[in-house]
């Protein structure tokens, strides 16, 4: 499933700074088609959970096979070496980019290369989770997917491993394991639903934390010990929220800040009253 992108997506955005104005262009992530994909909601409690199954969150980039050519969600090119995407199947496949754990800086580096890097490459597995193409409920979608990438056999392709869950005390209880192993969350997804674009419930993701995306659209100038350097980042939400984040920015970024127009990831605990989100603090730039 895609939808097409028509036209130029390089809009164009003030520069919002003290002092400073001027118009740069966003940062371009075209592409002929975007796979239209399923998207997590945040856990929440009241879920009937005996209707999901439960895995690890893979801190990795996420990927859609189409069949011919890997894609990052937003419609990127990914390219694989051949030896790497050769023995997978004919139709579309969705996975996870995935090195292991806290390697999430190196998939992405290697990923987001036009030259593939072979080496970094030997690294990194395709995670499948689910066949968005394929008719009926999850459950029949991931068996049909665990006989493909057993019939295949391929080092490179794996199977993401689901569980059954019964009640939220085990569900936390996994979770708190799983950060202790140095893992990022759980993914849930209810297996009694057809393959649904957009945001739902039928997948949601538990993490210690929040985490959301946003776009940079300026730039506030550092003071004190910043002083000549980055102070925070303007950014904007899907639903039109603006804020500045300074917390977590690194001597680097500070020094050369993330491109106007790119999109970041943050981290927060919550929102206040006004829906904003509470005590944000900057994660990575995104590629994908």
Known sequence: MFCKLSGNTGYQFALIAAGMTGFYPLYDARADMVPMVMLANNYQQGLSLEHYWMSEKLDGIRAYWTGEYLLTRKGKRIYAPEWFIRNLPAFPVEGELWAGRGAFNQVQKTVFDHKPDTDGWKEIRFMAFDLPDEEGFYLTRYKKLKRVVE???SVYLKCVEQQTITDEVTLLASL????????????????????????SNDLVKLKKYQDADAQVIGYKPGNGKFSGMLGSVLVVTDDGHRFYIGSGLTDDLRHTPPPLGSIITYRFNGYTGNGLPRFARFLRVRRD
Not at 176 to 199: K, S, V
């Open 151 to 153: 019939g295949i056999g």
């Open 176 to 199: 708190d394991l799983l950060i202790d192993r140095g893992g990022e969350g759980i993914m849930l997804r209810r297996f009694d639903r057809p393959y649904r674009t957009g945001r």
